[in-house]
Nanobody, 117 residues
Framework: QVQLVESGGGLVQPGGSLRLSCAAS????????MGWYRQAPGKQRELVAT???????NYADSVKGRFTISRDNARNTVYLQMNSLRPEDTAIYYC???????????WGQGTQVTVSS
């Protein structure tokens, strides 16, 4: 079992920046892909960004050029740097991990990001 704990959410003005962190309880080498999803009130959860164990990344079109996902294997941590934030980025952000060998999915508890003036 792997526990994922997010941190770094908060209130920020439009145009501002935040960095989310996701700390895993085990070595993230065993997790083939990690990523961030978000869910706004009244909407379905959507993919924001993913990163594979090899470092390959994928982004939703709505965040390309503004958000950057990265991983620090030594710290078992995945980050999401969010720049040029917009009110429509307001959501609960969830960390996710997928372990292909066992077809297992892991989720964090979520962290609130609010973009408002």
């Amino acid at each position: 079992q792997v526990q994922l704990v997010e941190s770094g959410g908060g209130l920020v003005q439009p145009g501002g920046s935040l960095r989310l962190s996701c700390a895993a309880s085990r070595n993230i080498f065993i997790i083939n892909a990690m990523g961030w999803y978000r869910q706004a009130p009244g909407k379905q959860r959507e993919l924001v960004a993913t990163i594979t164990s090899g470092g390959g990344t994928n982004y939703a079109d709505s965040v390309k050029g503004r958000f950057t996902i990265s991983r620090d294997n030594a710290r078992n941590t995945v980050y999401l740097q969010m720049n040029s934030l917009r009110p429509e980025d307001t959501a609960i952000y969830y960390c996710h991990g997928h372990r292909s060998a066992y077809n297992l999915d892991y989720w964090g508890q979520g962290t609130q990001v609010t973009v408002s003036s």
